[in-house]
């Protein structure tokens, strides 16, 4: 168990039926209990999931109902069970993406293979460091919402029959067919996305 590279905060409201997806900063400086003050990333380290969510509760206010992890190679058998996902790449993240892996992507609509989309969600040398890349991750995330979000029921279900192996969980199976009932029914195909701190903050 490592420091924790990406946190993102996935809110299902019930009353605008919007996905909401919050990126919390990894750098951000809070104090840990148990610990001494630390970036927030460092909690995960020292006690996982459980003290993750009870630094995130006490700073920010917000109650974590379950957790999901998922590494690089958990990312990209994801992302192949959901299909390529469409990005819109700047002339600056097109020419790195090309020149350190020796792709022909171009500037404007890209459809990434996981490979592609995993590199670009790890780019932060191109643009304003974390924090634009923050942005590319949950791009991602948006990108390949968008591509399951027409499905039926029992297709969701079975896709996600697929996902599951490759991610770790402390929710159970009534859980995490719960949640893909709620999304379903109401309905829910509007994201949108945020950062912590936010801009200009």
Request: glycine share 6%; hydrophobic share 35%; net charge negative.
């Amino acid at each position: 168990r490592q420091r924790s590279d990406s946190m993102i905060i996935c809110t299902l409201n019930t009353k605008t039926n919007k996905i909401i997806l919050t990126s919390v900063m990894r750098d951000m400086y809070v104090p840990i209990p148990g610990y001494s003050d630390n970036r927030i990333n460092a909690a995960y380290q020292f006690g996982g999931m459980e003290l993750l969510d009870e630094v995130i509760e006490n700073c920010l206010g917000v109650h974590i109902d379950g957790n999901v992890e998922v590494d690089f190679d958990g990312f990209i058998n994801s992302l192949t069970e959901v299909g390529d996902v469409y990005i819109e790449l700047n002339e600056a993240e097109a020419k790195y993406l090309n020149e350190n892996n020796n792709w022909n992507l171009k500037a404007g609509g890209n459809d990434l293979t996981p490979e592609q989309a995993l590199a670009y969600a790890r780019t932060r040398y191109v643009g304003h460091s974390d924090w634009e890349r923050t942005d590319r991750q949950r791009k991602v995330i948006m990108s390949a919402f968008n591509n399951v979000k027409d499905m039926s029921i029992p297709q969701l279900i079975a896709l996600s029959d697929k996902i599951l192996p490759n991610v770790t969980t402390d929710m159970n199976n009534s859980d995490i067919l719960s949640y893909i009932y709620l999304v379903a029914a109401n309905k829910m195909t509007t994201l949108e996305s945020h950062r912590l701190p936010e801009e200009g903050t």
